[in-house]
C-alpha cells in the first residue's frame, strides 16, 4: 500500500477546507442576496470569504467559485435582463492599514501620476442600475450575478426621487447606479407596522430594502418609503463627458438624482493622510445621517486613472470600501418578559442592565418572537451582545456562551395572556402570537397611550403611567371614557393635586377640537400613519365621510394603495368602530375639520410646502395660511418641495432641502410673502 506523505494529507484538508468554504459561503450568498434573511454578520461572512481567498492563492479557482462572482442569481418570478457593462461589487477591509496598502498599490501602479481620491459614506442599501436611452428612463435592475439581475422597474418607480427624464443635454445611452435603502425612520415604521400584523420583523434597513424590492405588487413598495442615492455609472455613450468622479456627481445632483450628503476629496501630496482623517470624520458624522451607513468608500478620482488601474474578475481595483466594527456592547440579561400590542400581537422582550451602545442608554430590546429566542438560544442571565438594528431599534445579536453557569434559563412564552389570561392564538403562516380578546387591559391601555400621544391627539399629561392609574380605578375602560372625567373623580388618585387635575381636563377639553388628521390617526387604523392621516383628512374632510369612502375610491388617492384603503374599509365596517364614533361625537368630538379655511386666492397654486422647526404660531396656523391661497402641505422634503418654512432647530429636512436646493423661508420672509401682519 502506498504511504501517503504528509504534503498528500496536508493537500487533502485544504481541498476538503476549500469545499465547505465554498459551499458555506455560496449559503450566506444566497440567504443575504436572494432571501434578505442573512445569519451571520458582514465580519463573520468577510472572515470566511478571506480564508477562501488565502487558501486560493496559487491555484485556478473555478468560474462558479464565490471569489470568482460577484452576488445572488436573479430571482425566477422577475424578468432578467442583462448589464451593459459588469456590475462589480468593492473589495473591503476593516483595517486601516490596508487601506494605506491599497493607496500604496496604487501609487506604485502609476508611479509617475499625481493621484486623486475621493472618500463617500457607504450605503447599506441594494445596489440598483438605471438605465436611460435618449433621455427617457427605460429600466432599473438589480445587481443579481454581476452580469445579470432583476428588472424591477416598477417598483423602482415609486421612488419619489428617480428622474424619469433627464434634461438636455444628454448621453445617447446612460446607466446610473446606486444604492435603494430604508431610512431610519421608515424602518422603524415599517417593523412597527409588521408587529402589530403578527409578522416576522426585518432585521435591518438593508433586509427590509431588499424584501421590498422584492415584492411583486409595486403598491405594496409604494407602502414601505423606499429612498436611493447614486455615485457611479455604467456603460455611457454621448457627451457630456468628465474628467473626475466629482464632476460627474455635479451631473447627477444637476439631473436631479439624490447623491451622497458629504464627499471628501484628497488630492495633495499625501493623501493617505487626508483620508485617513476623513474616514475618522465620517466615522462621528454616520449616525447622523437618514441611511444606515456601515463604512466609507475610497475611489480613485480620476476617470482616465481608473480606466488604466482597471478591474479583477470580482471587483475595480481603483476602489475600497472601509467598513467600521459595529458598534456593540455586552451587558446582561436580567429577564425576558412580554408585552401586549394594541393590536394583541404578543412580544417578548429582553430587560438588560442598562448599557450605551450608539451614544444612548439601552435597558430593554425587542426579542421578536418564540423562534428567534430558541434559533440564538437566549437565555435568561445570559451576557449578551447588544447593537441597534439601523442604528435605531436595539437588538441582541450575539450570546455569551463561554460565560454560562448552568444558572441560565431557557425561555417559554406564555400559553395565556399575561394580561387577561385568556388563551393566546397564533394565525395560520403567521409566528407571532395573539391575544384576540378585545376588552384586554394591556391592549386597551395600548390603544389609550395611542389616542393621547402627542403625534395623535396630543392630551398632555396622559402618558403611560396616567393611564395605568385611570385603569387601574376603574375610572377609564375605554377611549371615550377620557371625556366623562371629573375633577373630584381625579383627585382621588395617587399624587394628583388640584393643579395637575385641572391641567389635565383642560388639555382633554383641547383634545376635542383638534385637526381631523389627528383623530384618524389617533384611532389606530393599521397601517395609517400621519401622511396616510393628513392625506385622507384633507381629501374627506369628515370622519363619516371617510368611514363612508369604498375600497376602489381609497385606492384611487395618492399615497394609499390597495393595503392601507383595505385597512380602513376593515376598521370601519366594525360595529365597534361605528360605536367609538358616536360616542366621540357625544362627547363633543369634532369629528370633521369643521374650521377649515375657505380659500382666499390661488396665489400659491401649484406649490408644495414643508414645515419644519419650531415657529412663532403654530404649525396648523401657518399650514391654514398656505391651504387657503391653494398650496399643498406634505410632511417631507423631495425634488417636488417648492418651499421649506423652517422655524428655531429644523433639523435634517432643513439640510434636505439645502441639498435638493428648495427655496428656505424663515417665518419673517413668510410672512411678507404672504402680506401677513407680525
Not at 27 to 42: G, V, W
Not at 579 to 596: N, S, T, Y
Amino acid at each position: 500500500m502506498k504511504k501517503i506523505s504528509q504534503q498528500e494529507y496536508f493537500d487533502f484538508d485544504k481541498k476538503k477546507r476549500i469545499a465547505e468554504l465554498r459551499h458555506e459561503i455560496e449559503r450566506h450568498n444566497r440567504l443575504y442576496y436572494e432571501e434578505a434573511t442573512p445569519k451571520i454578520s458582514d465580519r463573520k461572512y468577510d472572515a470566511l470569504y478571506r480564508e477562501l481567498e488565502e487558501l486560493e492563492t496559487g491555484t485556478a479557482p473555478p468560474p462558479d467559485s464565490p471569489t470568482q462572482k460577484i452576488g445572488g442569481r436573479p430571482l425566477e418570478e422577475f424578468h432578467q435582463v442583462q448589464h451593459l457593462e459588469l456590475m462589480q461589487s468593492l473589495a473591503n477591509t476593516y483595517s486601516e492599514k490596508e487601506v494605506l496598502e491599497f493607496i500604496n498599490r496604487l501609487q506604485r501602479l502609476l508611479p509617475k501620476e499625481i493621484l486623486s481620491f475621493t472618500l463617500e459614506p457607504k450605503v447599506d442599501g441594494v445596489a440598483i442600475a438605471l438605465l436611460y436611452r435618449g433621455g427617457h428612463l427605460i429600466r432599473a435592475a438589480t445587481r443579481g450575478d454581476g452580469m445579470t439581475g432583476d428588472d424591477v422597474t416598477q417598483n423602482v418607480l415609486t421612488i419619489e426621487h428617480i428622474p424619469r427624464r433627464l434634461k438636455k443635454p444628454h448621453p445617447e445611452i446612460a446607466e446610473i447606479r446606486g444604492e435603494v435603502f430604508l431610512s431610519h425612520a421608515a424602518f422603524a415604521l415599517l417593523n412597527t407596522k409588521k408587529e402589530e400584523k403578527g409578522e416576522i420583523l426585518f432585521a435591518n434597513p438593508r433586509n427590509a430594502a431588499a424584501g421590498s424590492l422584492k415584492q411583486l405588487d409595486p403598491q405594496i413598495v409604494a407602502t414601505r418609503g423606499l429612498d436611493v442615492i447614486f455615485y457611479g455609472c455604467g456603460a455611457w455613450v454621448g457627451k457630456p463627458q468628465f474628467r473626475t468622479h466629482m464632476e460627474f456627481l455635479t451631473f447627477l445632483e444637476a439631473a436631479g438624482f439624490p447623491t451622497p450628503p458629504r464627499v471628501w476629496v484628497a488630492e495633495s501630496a499625501d493623501p493617505a493622510k487626508e483620508i485617513l482623517a476623513a474616514i475618522h470624520e465620517l466615522g462621528k458624522l454616520r449616525h447622523h445621517f437618514p441611511f444606515e451607513t456601515d463604512g466609507a468608500v475610497i475611489k480613485a478620482n480620476i476617470l482616465a486613472q481608473r480606466q488604466a488601474l482597471g478591474s479583477t474578475a470580482k471587483a475595480p481595483r481603483w476602489a475600497i470600501a472601509f467598513k467600521y466594527e459595529p458598534e456593540r456592547a455586552e451587558t446582561l440579561l436580567e429577564k425576558i418578559t412580554v408585552q401586549v400590542g394594541r393590536t394583541g400581537v404578543v412580544t417578548p422582550v429582553a430587560e438588560l442592565q442598562p448599557v450605551l451602545v450608539s451614544g444612548s442608554t439601552v435597558s430593554r430590546a425587542t426579542l421578536h418572537n418564540e423562534e428567534e429566542i430558541t434559533r440564538k438560544d437566549i437565555r435568561e442571565g445570559d451576557r449578551v451582545l447588544v447593537e441597534k438594528a439601523g442604528e435605531v431599534i436595539p437588538a441582541i445579536v450575539g450570546v455569551r456562551k463561554d460565560l454560562r453557569t448552568g444558572k441560565q434559563k431557557p425561555f417559554h412564552m406564555p400559553e395565556k395572556c399575561p394580561s387577561c389570561h385568556q388563551k393566546l392564538h397564533r394565525s395560520p403562516g403567521q409566528v407571532a402570537l395573539r391575544c384576540s380578546n378585545p376588552q384586554c387591559p394591556a391592549q386597551i391601555q395600548r390603544r389609550l397611550e395611542h389616542f393621547a400621544s402627542r403625534g395623535a391627539m396630543d392630551i398632555d399629561g396622559l402618558g403611560e403611567a396616567m393611564i395605568a392609574q385611570l385603569l387601574t380605578s376603574g375610572l377609564v375602560k375605554e377611549i371615550p371614557d377620557i371625556y366623562t372625567l371629573k375633577k373630584e373623580n381625579l383627585l382621588q388618585l395617587e399624587r394628583m393635586g388640584e393643579k395637575s387635575a385641572n391641567n389635565l381636563l383642560s388639555a382633554i377639553d383641547k383634545s376635542r377640537k383638534r385637526p381631523l388628521w389627528r383623530l384618524i390617526f389617533g384611532l389606530g387604523i393599521l397601517n395609517i400613519g400621519t401622511t396616510a392621516a393628513r392625506v385622507l383628512a384633507e381629501k374627506y374632510g369628515s370622519l363619516k365621510a371617510l368611514a363612508s369612502a369604498s375600497t376602489e375610491e381609497l385606492q384611487k388617492i395618492e399615497d394609499v394603495g390597495s393595503i392601507v384603503a383595505s385597512s380602513i374599509r376593515q376598521f370601519f365596517s366594525q360595529a365597534e368602530s361605528v360605536r367609538l364614533m358616536k360616542a366621540l361625537e357625544k362627547h363633543g368630538v369634532q369629528l370633521a375639520d369643521i374650521g377649515r379655511p375657505e380659500k382666499i386666492d390661488n396665489s400659491l397654486a401649484g406649490t408644495t410646502w414643508v414645515l419644519t422647526g419650531t415657529l412663532k404660531v403654530t404649525r396648523e396656523e401657518a399650514a391654514n395660511w398656505i391651504r387657503m391661497r391653494g398650496g399643498h402641505i406634505t410632511g417631507n422634503v423631495s425634488k417636488k418641495t417648492t418651499y421649506l418654512l423652517a422655524g428655531e432647530e429644523p433639523g435634517s429636512k432643513y439640510e434636505r432641502a439645502r441639498h435638493f436646493k428648495i427655496k428656505i423661508l424663515d417665518e419673517e420672509e413668510f410672512r411678507s410673502m404672504l402680506n401677513l401682519s407680525k
